[in-house]
């Protein structure tokens, strides 16, 4: 069943990402690829009938990441996230599910999280154009962002296998296999060079884990399925946009209060139901502006039994978004973060060649995030960034304060600031434009949308000017 050509790539691919203590099973597990796959095709053969798995692939070490390194919290548990390291063959057999679940698994088009074609930035836009839709036309629009507490460590097994069962129509073998790997893993916590005692879980999804997002998604995706057939809310050409998922991050969208007070009372169904919860300390709303109108909301919106609370700028997927959906927030953040990559260049490889400092900036400075997006800035703001750029390439290779911007970039065969702008707003509109996803050939089809614009006029003064004959 899982024999041939997808084990032989993934195996391929894998092999060459591994390295250290297991390059001897890795080696032999490239050379099976290369062959017949024999020595797979009797694991996978077992697997697949839902029998017993080799003892490696089911054993995982968890390993603590924290987010926040100041001492003062550091033993705070909820700065920790645990990321699963499995074995090489538990990579392998992952890597396999993972390339099924994506030819069977079919997911709403309000999830942007973790598929091909679709990315952050897709998402933003998503959310970004919404609004602008309504604010131009003098309706405000309320949004909540929802924030999961370890979602992805609170998903009930029984539930997944049903909803794999019930919602896909992937093969019954591999629903058994995913059982199996589940139920029989192992696990044990590494903390500063120590190991606990194995153990077993009874809930959650392999965080690190190439199927886990894929399996993570399936869980979450009756949720949009009601938010969206619930017809309130946000939408554009007859099409609901009242969610927008990246994973666990969900962004709730309405023209009304009281449309929000009515999804999120969904929401909180949909958790109760699957065994989540909804952090309310986390979870905020943001009540995007129509002009001059201030819409409040009339009274304290409820989630999990405490009041949700109101600000006027959220941090969405790193991207910041305000009140009045300008971009100034996000370029002084992008700015910051130049500023910090100039430097760590300027210190670290001061003795390097030209050449290699040329490489570096081009690697660390010239990939703006969401940049894409910016459509509504002042002029204040583009020429901080601007300078910030010029500046971090002059320290680099220590050129004159003063030298010219424009000879310096030709003369290296570097983009100048315009330049990566124009580019990245071109590969933006053009993976827009060949997306299949519904949510974005709507923005792709509105020529009057605020983000195309923009767009086609970066590119506008480059074309030649056309003279009457």
């Not at 839902?50 to 070490?61: F, H, Q, W």
């Not at 370890?150 to 129509?169: G, P, Q, R």
């Not at 009274?299 to 959220?314: C, E, N, T, W, Y």
Request: one cysteine or more; glycine letters at 6%; charged letters at 25%.
């Amino acid at each position: 069943m899982m024999r041939g050509g997808c084990v032989g790539w993934c195996v391929f691919f894998f092999c060459l990402l591994v390295s250290g203590g297991n390059a001897d099973l890795s080696e032999d597990l490239k050379k099976s690829a290369d062959s017949d796959n024999s020595a797979l095709e009797s694991d996978n053969d077992v697997l697949g009938q839902g029998g017993l798995s080799p003892a490696a692939e089911k054993e995982n070490i968890i390993d603590p990441k924290d987010g926040i390194i100041l001492d003062s919290i550091i033993l705070t548990k909820a700065n920790y996230r645990p990321i699963s390291l499995a074995t090489i063959l538990a990579k392998v057999l992952d890597s396999v599910l993972d390339s099924y679940l994506e030819k069977h698994l079919k997911l709403h088009d309000a999830q942007f999280g973790f598929r091909a074609g679709l990315s952050t930035e897709s998402a933003i836009l998503c959310l970004k154009h919404t609004v602008r839709y309504y604010t131009d036309r003098s309706t405000p629009v309320y949004a909540c962002f929802l924030d999961l507490s370890k979602a992805f460590d609170l998903v009930s097994y029984d539930i997944l296998w049903d909803k794999l069962y019930s919602e896909t129509d992937l093969p019954v073998e591999l629903t058994e296999t995913f059982r199996f790997w589940y139920q029989n893993q192992t696990n044990s916590v590494r903390w500063a060079g120590a190991m606990s005692d194995m153990y077993r879980l009874e809930c959650g999804v392999r965080q690190g884990g190439l199927s886990s997002p894929k399996l993570f998604s399936l869980y979450m995706n009756d949720l949009i399925e009601r938010l969206s057939g619930a017809a309130v809310g946000c939408s554009i050409d007859g099409k609901m946009v009242n969610n927008i998922s990246y994973a666990d991050d969900m962004v709730l969208l309405t023209p009304s209060a009281r449309g929000l007070e009515q999804l999120l009372s969904i929401c909180e169904n949909y958790a109760t139901d699957h065994g989540l919860r909804y952090n309310s300390k986390k979870s905020e709303i943001l009540i995007f502006k129509a002009g001059r109108k201030t819409s409040p909301i009339p009274r304290p919106l409820i989630l999990d039994g405490s009041p949700l609370a109101q600000v006027d700028k959220f941090k969405y997927l790193g991207h910041w978004v305000n009140e009045d959906l300008t971009d100034d927030l996000d370029m002084e953040r992008e700015r910051r973060a130049l500023s910090v990559r100039c430097n760590m260049l300027a210190r670290r490889f001061a003795r390097c060649t030209e050449d290699a400092k040329i490489t570096l900036f081009k690697a660390y400075c010239t990939t703006f995030y969401t940049c894409g997006l910016w459509v509504k800035y002042t002029q204040k703001s583009y020429n901080a960034l601007r300078i910030q750029y010029n500046n971090a390439f002059r320290i680099l290779l220590r050129l004159p304060r003063f030298c010219s911007a424009s000879g310096m970039f030709a003369g290296a065969r570097t983009d100048g600031f315009q330049a990566i702008l124009r580019k990245r707003a071109a590969s933006l509109m053009c993976r827009t434009r060949g997306s299949g996803n519904s949510f974005l050939r709507i923005i792709a089809e509105r020529l009057d949308g605020p983000f195309l614009q923009h767009w086609s006029g970066l590119h506008v003064p480059l074309m030649p000017v056309q003279r009457a004959f």
